[in-house]
């Protein structure tokens, strides 16, 4: 939560033509239907029982498979409230990446549509992750991401109705986050890149994770390297 998957994928849309977002956060169970944790008494949205896995696979296939959904595909709700980085620099960025794309997709000579899937939850689930033809992991310190949490989640928000309960980062959010991507984050085997990006092998799901890609996301400044590493990758996987 809050490490900045929606925003890197904002971003990457600018970018990359025909592309669309397919939010897991779409796909939350209503409130009455969320398990209540044991040990705070509140509702837990950040487990995975607090998600319509079936429904939120269905949609993801269906965009993997059908070419010309990706440009006409709307969010399931329509509740993901994002407010973007105002940056002249991603700016510049983003319009010298999309002349990059443009080039190489010309040079294909044939349509290609992108879907960019953001959520918290894609990495401990088989069928997610055979969808996905590449895998990110936003990485952030426990400081910043509380700081973060507290910021957008912590007050009121027009046309949003949920506001964190008093120490719900430190209660849910963080033990939930550490307990469900604990397949990640300890991993055994590390390879670093020369910008130093990490390639995780973790044997989970068959080593289905095996081409994992980490980014760290505590600072603007690494947004923008993040975003011109994923597009590079995207580049050369289309290549």
């Known amino acids: 939560s809050c490490t900045g998957k929606s925003t890197l994928a904002n971003w990457l849309q600018k970018i990359f033509p025909n592309s669309t977002i397919l939010h897991q956060d779409d796909y939350f169970k209503k409130r009455e239907q969320l398990p209540i944790d044991p040990m705070t008494n509140l509702a837990n949205g950040e487990c995975p029982e607090a998600i319509d896995f079936e429904s939120f696979i269905g949609s993801l296939y269906e965009l993997h498979t059908s070419f010309g ?59 997610v992750v055979k969808e996905l033809d590449i895998k990110l992991f936003l990485e952030a310190d426990y400081d910043i991401l509380k700081k973060r949490r507290e910021y957008i989640y912590g007050r009121k928000i027009l046309g949003r109705r949920w506001v964190d309960p008093p120490n719900y980062f430190d209660k ?68």
């Open 69 to 127: 959904l990706a440009k006409t595909f709307k969010p399931k709700k329509n509740h993901h409230i994002h407010h973007d980085i105002e940056s002249n620099e991603l700016d510049n960025l983003a319009k010298e990446l999309n002349y990059k794309v443009q080039n190489v997709l010309s040079e294909k000579q044939k349509e290609l549509n992108f879907v960019l899937v953001d959520g918290f939850l894609l990495y401990i689930n088989s069928d």
């Open 172 to 239: 849910m959010v963080w033990p939930n986050y550490y307990k469900i991507n604990r397949h990640i984050i300890d991993r055994p085997e590390l390879e670093e890149d020369n910008n130093n990006n990490v390639n995780v092998n973790v044997n989970n799901n068959e080593n289905m994770l095996k081409d994992l890609i980490i980014l760290e996301s505590n600072s603007l400044s690494r947004l923008s390297r993040n975003i011109e590493f994923v597009v590079k990758t995207i580049l050369n996987t289309i290549q």
